[in-house]
């Protein structure tokens, strides 16, 4: 049944989320920092609002997208934010990749005057938020979970249900954490062959033909050798990531030593200008080590 929601941050993963939902034909009340980001979505019946709060007020059910923790406490809890706007019994549904003690928080914030908030962090790319194929952790009080179900599988295949907003948060970081692993140690790989007497693409083929096969592997693979860092994530935005993992996993008592290594390396990319081409160009920062 179509609703009237809010959605939050229109950035590359949130655009083609909130046009699943239009698509879908519930009805979007939206709000971006830049506000250019937006217009996109006006054609197609989405509602500009000035502020998260604007976005809130007299919704049930408010949908965020944002690229970091600061941002998402500035609107859930700033100045017009929406838990500001939010009546009594509402849920923010929040998808962005932040640390399990900040949802704790606004969980306990939320829940402290009658509303709900959830935490339902993607794991997919804009292809998949294009297409409706995310895969989606969501955590939270149950009654919520099931209040928004129908419109979270316009957005995903498949959704996996915690009792717990913290724990969606630590199952995002910990698939990312697999991800940062798996660029960091391909772009160690691909430059070891390209120094070596083994051709690269060869060995992306035998990948493709053995149990090390992965289909992040060959595709990020090819655009490496290609020298395409075109943004389907931000490098800043794994740096981002990297830093919570490492965070949540001290709060935990596990060691990441591996990843401690490939912070650096995210590090010396961002430092190097890197930051907003895609996160497969930590391998830039390996490239000039290699030239020295």
């Known amino acids: 049944m179509p609703e009237f929601v809010g959605f939050i941050g229109l950035a590359m993963m949130g655009t083609p989320m909130a ?18 980001k937006a217009q996109a979505r006006l054609p197609q019946g989405a509602v500009w609002c000035e502020s998260p709060g604007a976005v809130a007020r007299g919704r049930d059910i408010v949908f965020s997208m944002v690229s970091n923790p600061e941002a998402l406490q500035e609107v ?16 923010h549904v929040d998808m962005s990749t932040v640390s399990p003690s900040l949802t704790r928080e606004l969980a306990e914030r939320y829940r402290a005057v009658g509303c709900y908030f959830l935490h339902s962090p993607v794991l997919g790319s804009i292809s998949q938020a294009t297409d409706g194929t995310l895969l989606l952790f969501t955590g939270g009080e149950e009654e919520a979970c099931q209040r928004v179900e129908p419109l979270l599988r316009d957005l995903g295949k498949q959704i996996w249900k915690f009792e717990q907003g913290e724990q969606a948060s630590h ?22 062959a390209q120094k070596s007497s083994a051709d690269p693409r060869t060995l992306l083929e035998v990948f493709s033909q053995s149990q090390l096969n992965a289909p992040t592997s ?7 050798l290609s020298g395409d860092f075109t943004p389907h994530f931000f490098l800043e935005h794994m740096l981002k990531d990297v830093n919570l993992m490492l965070d949540a996993a001290k709060e935990a008592g596990a060691p990441l030593p591996a990843m401690e290594v490939a912070q650096r390396l995210f590090v010396d990319a961002q430092s190097a200008g890197y930051g907003r081409e895609d996160y497969s160009a930590v391998v830039k920062v390996l490239q000039s080590q290699a030239a020295k």
């Open 218 to 224: 060959p595709r990020k693979g090819t655009t490496i």
């Open 171 to 192: 199952m995002k970081l910990l698939c990312n954490l697999f991800i940062a692993g798996m660029i960091t140690t391909l772009a160690e790989v691909l430059g070891f």
């Open 19 to 36: 046009a699943r939902l239009l698509t879908a034909g519930h009805r979007l009340a939206v709000h971006n920092r830049t506000k250019s």
């Open 76 to 91: 859930s809890l700033g100045r017009n934010g929406i838990l500001g706007g939010l009546k009594k019994g509402g849920i």
